[in-house]
């Protein structure tokens, strides 16, 4: 009778523990689905759990607590350490899965890096498995752990550099100075950082050649980040300029120069200061501010190009490293040949086909030849001016700013076009800018050199007016316009337009 009670409690205590084991498993089942939209990341720790821990500690309840198997035997201690390995799994697991998951959106979680993950993962892994040794199997933790302390000290001493290395590459990855992807400089070496590692870090140059960094070097340099913390960087350009040259005509060409570079920022606007006298020039310093640090050199090299044309065209001299003296033997022959190509093409210009050749050749002399680069504006629209360009040589662009603030093309201008004549007779606004396709050379006629010429002949404004309302209209005609106007009313208009604009003329040259 009881024998059959005894096994009776035992059938009714190994259902009551499966039945346990069921209801947990759909517990856990319940809480997977609950968890999926909003903690996915812990579901896998959840289905070991339920799939793998659970059935172990139900076998484990039944051979400990039905079975009454002893628990110092081997069976029991090793289904024991099964359990608390697959506990320790988990706990991995859900480790890795809180610190890593949603990384872009929790800023304490993305400053935590892999690499100090990992060694914490291995940590838990190698304290874990000496507490099971410790408590299951009765072994001697602390003997085992001066036995790997021995042995680490040892490994210590001959990986040094590799440790070093290590403990380097942890310190900058909580420290994160850059990231891949940007520009630093470590004491002479620049480049562009493409990888980080436990060991060192790689960066490629502008050379376009691979650089390997050990951590423990990186720690004891200095090192400076150009894409943090935002990506605008300035840097400082030097040129040297006459002392004949006035210090605040260069200042404001070289500012034109920097502004006009591709990859220049406007805002912040370019800083232009003397900065020394040297031997034999005035050095300038000129800091421009840019957002691509790769493209630094092309924006260096787009600047010093600027900066000879500008310096040509405003008469500025950059003086040589040494003294040179140049002696130049002038014959009667080759002196008035730049005054002769200049005078050509103004003489090929319908505007001044009224003009002497005396007339021609004074405003001639007083005319100058400048050399724009290729991409260089020329003239911008809405500005003032009081000169008339010709284009001896190249190509340009007229393009024209719609309210948008968008440019459209609307023109080519090639040697022998000319543009800029309202601005030289009654001082218009631009009303388009032309900008050089190619490098150019152009001869510009100023307001001072035509008002000299008309002093002496007043009644040339009526001559040029004629000229300027036959060419523009030339350009604007439009035949059905004027088709119910009869040809008397048209003289007439004609004429009164003619007489506004001579006396315009006039007064814009204080004649």
Not at 145 to 153: D, E, F, M, Y
Not at 234 to 251: E, R
Not at 300 to 329: C, G, H, Q
Request: glycine share 6%; net charge neutral; proline share 4%.
């Amino acid at each position: 009778m009881s024998l059959h009670l005894l096994l009776t409690d035992l059938r009714l205590v190994t259902v009551l523990v499966l039945l346990g084991a069921s209801f947990g498993f759909v517990i856990l089942t319940a809480l997977m689905w609950a968890i999926r939209e909003r903690a996915e990341a812990l579901i896998p720790s959840v289905r070991v759990t339920r799939n793998i821990i659970l059935p172990t500690a139900t076998l484990l309840y039944l051979a400990l607590f039905v079975a009454e198997l002893p628990q110092t035997g081997v069976a029991i201690r090793f289904l024991e350490s099964v359990f608390w390995v697959e506990v320790l799994w988990v706990v991995l697991m859900l480790t890795r899965a809180i610190l890593i998951s949603h990384r872009e959106s929790s800023p304490w979680k993305a400053r935590i890096p892999e690499l100090f993950i990992d060694l914490v993962r291995f940590a838990t892994i190698v304290v874990g498995s000496g507490m099971i040794i410790a408590g299951v199997w009765g072994k001697d933790f602390t003997g085992l752990l001066a036995t790997l302390g021995v042995g680490s000290l040892v490994l210590g001493l001959a990986l040094q550099d590799t440790l070093g290395n290590l403990m380097a590459g942890i310190a900058l990855l909580f420290e994160r100075p850059f990231q891949v992807g940007d520009w630093i400089r470590v004491a002479d070496l620049e480049g562009q950082v493409s990888e980080l590692n436990w060991r060192a870090v790689r960066m490629r140059t502008r050379d376009q050649d691979m650089v390997i960094v050990p951590n423990s070097i990186l720690g004891k340099e200095r090192i400076a980040n150009f894409s943090r913390p935002t990506t605008l960087h300035a840097t400082n350009l030097y040129v040297g300029f006459s002392y004949d040259d006035p210090p605040n005509k260069v200042k404001r060409i070289l500012r034109q120069a920097a502004l006009m570079s591709h990859g220049v920022r406007v805002d912040p606007s370019p800083v232009v200061r003397t900065k020394e006298y040297r031997d034999f020039y005035i050095n300038y310093q000129v800091k421009i501010f840019l957002d691509d640090f790769a493209s630094l050199p092309d924006i260096e090299e787009d600047f010093m190009t600027r900066v000879w044309y500008a310096a040509r065209r405003n008469k500025l001299t950059i003086p040589y490293p040494i003294r040179s003296i140049y002696k130049t033997d002038v014959t009667p022959e080759s002196a008035p040949q730049h005054g002769e190509s200049i005078k050509k093409s103004i003489q090929a210009i319908p505007l001044f086909s009224s003009l002497s050749s005396e007339e021609l050749a004074s405003l001639a002399q007083d005319s100058v030849l400048l050399d724009f680069a290729c991409g260089e504006k020329v003239v911008h629209q809405g500005d003032r001016g009081d000169s008339l360009y010709i284009i001896r040589q190249g190509e340009a662009a007229v393009s024209v700013t719609d309210s948008q603030g968008k440019g459209h093309e609307v023109a080519r201008l090639r040697s022998g076009d000319f543009f800029g004549e309202m601005a030289l007779l009654t001082g218009e606004p631009r009303s388009a800018t032309v900008s050089a396709t190619e490098d150019m050379q152009i001869v510009v006629v100023y307001k001072e050199a035509l008002r000299a010429i008309m002093e002496h002949r007043p009644e040339l404004a009526r001559t040029l007016a004629k000229i300027m309302r036959d060419r523009q209209s030339a350009l604007s005609h439009a035949p059905e316009s004027n088709a119910t106007a009869s040809p008397t009313n048209a003289a007439a208009f004609n004429e009164e337009q003619t007489l506004s604009l001579a006396m315009r003329i006039k007064r814009f040259l204080a004649i």
